[in-house]
């Protein structure tokens, strides 16, 4: 997974449910500088509560991606975040940076 240019991430999840597997898995693959780098945010749902995982960040270029894990399995989510990260990294190319 590039991350190199995410600026944000956000997560909200409750811990207890199966369905905030994917919030978990994807926090736990983020490299171990990455709060050096970018703004981590999670917010823990009570255990009764019902509301759906959500996992938003933002990139260096201020696209925000806005994605409902409950229904996204973590190949999906990574794929979504590879695609936009690709896309900077040619263009940071393209400029020689």
């Excluded at 970018?38 to 696209?63: C, N, V, W, Y």
């Amino acid at each position: 997974m590039i991350t190199k240019f995410i600026t944000t991430v956000s997560t909200k999840f409750n811990p207890f449910s199966k369905r905030a597997k994917t919030c978990r898995i994807f926090l736990a693959q983020l490299p171990s500088n990455a709060r050096q780098t970018m703004k981590i945010t999670t917010k823990l749902l009570p255990r009764e509560s019902k509301e759906a995982s959500t996992l938003s960040l933002t990139f260096k270029d201020g696209k925000e991606m806005q994605l409902e894990t409950d229904k996204l399995s973590l190949r999906d989510v990574m794929e979504e975040v590879d695609r936009h990260s690709r896309g900077l990294k040619r263009q940071a190319e393209l400029l020689g940076n």
